[in-house]
C-alpha cells in the first residue's frame, strides 16, 4: 500500500471515526436522558398511585363505617343476637346500602362469615363469603386489598371491614370498591404514561380496558413472584420496535400474597425514534465525512506525495547515476526544506565525486608507476649485469668472448621477453574492449578451454593435477562475449593450477538456478584467509611472488562487463573456489 493511499485511508477513517464517536455519545447521552425523564414521570405516577389508594381506602372506610350505622343494618344486627334469628328479611339489604354509599362490592356477614345479604351476588344468601380475605381482616381496623370473585372473573377491590354488635352476638359489614379502568384514567398519566393492572388471574388492563398480549409481562411478574419487590423491564408489544415501553411492576400484596401489580409504562417511541435519527444522520454525516476525508486526504497526498515522489524520482535518478538531477522547490514547509537539502547534497556529492576522481586517477596513475618501476627494475637488473659482464670479457678474455657473448645474448633475449610481457599486461588492463555478445552454452565453453590445458595436464615430470568436470548438459545459456569469457576462465584455472604446486585436483562446474548461470573454479590447495579473500580482486595484489596482480582485476572486469558478479570462499588448508554468476539466456 503505497503512502497516498494510507494517508487517503487514514484521513477517512479518522473523520468516520470521530462521526462514530460522536454518534454514540449522543445516543448514549439521549438514553440517559430518556431513562431519567421516563424514571421521574413512574415515580409521578407511583406516588399518585399510593395516593388514590390512600384516599380510597379512607372512601371505603368511611362508607361501611356509614353503612354499618344505618338503622337497617343494627336492626339485623338485633335479629342476629335472637336464639333462631330469621335474616329473610333483610336479604336485599345489602344492595340498598350498597347503592346508598356507591359501593361496588357490599355483604352482610355472620361472624362466621355465612352471608346474610350480598349486593353482588345475592343468591348466596346462607353460604360463605368466597372474598379472598383472612379472618384476621374482620378483626383490622384497617382497609386492605382483597380479590373479589364476578361472573366475568376476580377482580381487585378496595375492601375494609366493619362489625356491628347489638349483645352477644354480632354481624360484619364488608364493602369494596374495585380497580378497574376508571380507577387507571383517574390517576391521570402525562402524555406517553399509562398505568396498567395485572391480576392474579392473568388478566391485564389499561384505562382503555383489556390490554392485547397479557404475556408479555410474564417476565415482570416472575420478577415480583421471586423478590416480592419492585422490578422493572423493556417491554416491545408489537413488531415495530417503537411500540417498546419501559415498564416498572409494582407488587400489589395482601398478606404476603400477590393479589396483583400495578404496572407503569412509559413509551419509548420518542427514544427510538430520536436514536434513529441520530443513527441516520450519524451514517449520512458519516459518509459525507469520509467523502470529504477522501477529497481531503487527495488534496493533501497531492501536496505531500508529489513532492515526496518527485524526491523518490530524483534519488533514483542519483541512484542510477545522474548526479545532475535537481528537484523542485515549490514551498517554503518542511517538504521544501527536503528538496532543497537534496539538492544541495548532489551539488556536493558531485563536488565530492570530481575530487574523488581526481584524487582516484592520481593515485592510480601513482600505484601505476609504482608497480610498473617494480616490474621492470627486476629484469632491468639482470640486463645491466649481462652487459657489464659483456665489456668486462671484451676487455680481459677476448678468447672467450664468442661463447659468453652466446650466453649473455641468450639471457638477454629472455629478460627482453619479459619486460615484452610485463608491457603487455599493463596493456591489456588499460584497454579492456567492450563485450560482443553471443548466445553461447556454458558448459561447452568450459569444455574449450579444458582442451587448452590438456597438455599440461598430462604433462610429465610436474606434480600431478586431477581435472574433474561436472558440467550442466543443458538450462547453461548465457549472453557473452566468448574470447573475454574465455580469457577469464583460463586465468581463473591457470591461478588454480598455481595454487597447487605439489599437484592435486581441479573441480570446474557448471549449473543453472532461477535464471543465474554459475560457472565454480575449486583447488584443493592451501586456500586463502580472510584479509586475503578481501583484496583477491584489487588491482596489483598478488600473493604469488611473480605477477604483476592484474589477473583476477581483469576476471572481475570481464565478469562486470557481463553483468555478472563473482565471489570467492574458502579457508586455509581447504582450498578456494572462485564462482562466477551470470544471466541466463532470455528469449526475446
Do not use: C
Amino acid at each position: 500500500m503505497t503512502f497516498r493511499t494510507r494517508l487517503l485511508v487514514v484521513s477517512s477513517l479518522t473523520l468516520a471515526g470521530v462521526v462514530v464517536l460522536v454518534s454514540a455519545t449522543v445516543s448514549e447521552a439521549t438514553r440517559r436522558s430518556f431513562d431519567r425523564i421516563a424514571q421521574d414521570r413512574r415515580r409521578g405516577v407511583v406516588n399518585q398511585f399510593e395516593r388514590e389508594v390512600e384516599s380510597q381506602y379512607r372512601d371505603v372506610e368511611e362508607k361501611v363505617d356509614r353503612a354499618a350505622s344505618s338503622p337497617a343494618v343494627l336492626q339485623i344486627a338485633i335479629e342476629a343476637n335472637r336464639p333462631q334469628p330469621d335474616f329473610s328479611p333483610f336479604v336485599n339489604e345489602a344492595q340498598t346500602q350498597a347503592d346508598a354509599q356507591a359501593l361496588d362490592f357490599l355483604d352482610i356477614l355472620q361472624p362466621d362469615r355465612t352471608i346474610v345479604s350480598s349486593a353482588s351476588e345475592p343468591a348466596r344468601f346462607g353460604y360463605p363469603s368466597d372474598w379472598l380475605m383472612a379472618p384476621e381482616d374482620a378483626l383490622s381496623a384497617k382497609p386492605f386489598l382483597a380479590r373479589v370473585p364476578t361472573a366475568g372473573g376476580d377482580v381487585l377491590a378496595f375492601a375494609f371491614v366493619r362489625p356491628v354488635s347489638a349483645g352477644d352476638r354480632g354481624i360484619l359489614i364488608a364493602g369494596a370498591r374495585k380497580l378497574d379502568p376508571a380507577f387507571l384514567a383517574s390517576l391521570g398519566t402525562p402524555p406517553g404514561v399509562r398505568a396498567m393492572l395485572w391480576m392474579a388471574g392473568g388478566a391485564l388492563m389499561d384505562p382503555a380496558g383489556p390490554v392485547a398480549s397479557p404475556d408479555r409481562v410474564a417476565p415482570l411478574i416472575q420478577a415480583l413472584r421471586r423478590t416480592g419487590r419492585e422490578a422493572s423491564a423493556a417491554i416491545q408489544w408489537a413488531s415495530d420496535p417503537s411500540s417498546a415501553e419501559s415498564v416498572v411492576a409494582l407488587p400489589l400484596l395482601h398478606r404476603q400474597a400477590l393479589l396483583g401489580a400495578l404496572l407503569v409504562g412509559v413509551s419509548l417511541r420518542e427514544q427510538i425514534l430520536l436514536e434513529r435519527e441520530i443513527l441516520w444522520t450519524g451514517v449520512g454525516v458519516g459518509v459525507a465525512g469520509i467523502l470529504l476525508g477522501v477529497l481531503m486526504g487527495f488534496w493533501t497526498t497531492l501536496r505531500v506525495t508529489r513532492p515526496v515522489a518527485e524526491l523518490v524520482s530524483g534519488v533514483q535518478a542519483v541512484a542510477g547515476g545522474d548526479w545532475d538531477t535537481r528537484v523542485a522547490v515549490p514551498t517554503n514547509d518542511e517538504i521544501g526544506q527536503l528538496a532543497a537539502a537534496f539538492n544541495k547534497m548532489t551539488e556536493q556529492l558531485i563536488q565530492q565525486r570530481d575530487r574523488a576522481i581526481q584524487a582516484e586517477r592520481v593515485a592510480a596513475w601513482r600505484e601505476l608507476a609504482r608497480r610498473l618501476a617494480h616490474e621492470l627494475k627486476n629484469p632491468l637488473f639482470p640486463l645491466q649485469i649481462t652487459i657489464e659482464n659483456l665489456q668486462r670479457a671484451r676487455d680481459l678474455h677476448p678468447r672467450e668472448f664468442d661463447e659468453i657473448f652466446r650466453e649473455s645474448t641468450a639471457t638477454l633475449l629472455a629478460e627482453l621477453q619479459n619486460l615484452k610481457s610485463i608491457v603487455g599486461q599493463f596493456s591489456d588492463f588499460a584497454k579492456m574492449p567492450q563485450p560482443e555478445f553471443q548466445r553461447l552454452d556454458a558448459s561447452e565453453l568450459v569444455r574449450g578451454v579444458a582442451k587448452f590445458f590438456e597438455a599440461q595436464f598430462q604433462a610429465e615430470g610436474r606434480p600431478r593435477i586431477e581435472p574433474v568436470f561436472d558440467l550442466a548438459e543443458s538450462g547453461v545459456e548465457i549472453a557473452a562475449d566468448p574470447l573475454q569469457l574465455t580469457r577469464a576462465l583460463r586465468n581463473l584455472i591457470l591461478n588454480a593450477m598455481d595454487a597447487m604446486p605439489s599437484g592435486g585436483t581441479l573441480r570446474v562446474r557448471t549449473e543453472s538456478a532461477d535464471g543465474i548461470v554459475r560457472i565454480s573454479v575449486t583447488d584443493s590447495g592451501q586456500g586463502l584467509s580472510e584479509e586475503e579473500r578481501a583484496r583477491l580482486f584489487t588491482p596489483y595484489y598478488t600473493t604469488k611472488r611473480h605477477g604483476t596482480g592484474l589477473g583476477l582485476a581483469i576476471v572481475q572486469s570481464v565478469v562486470s562487463d557481463h553483468s555478472g558478479r563473482i565471489s570467492v570462499s574458502g579457508e586455509p588448508g581447504q582450498g578456494a573456489t572462485f564462482t562466477i554468476e551470470l544471466p541466463a539466456w532470455r528469449d526475446s
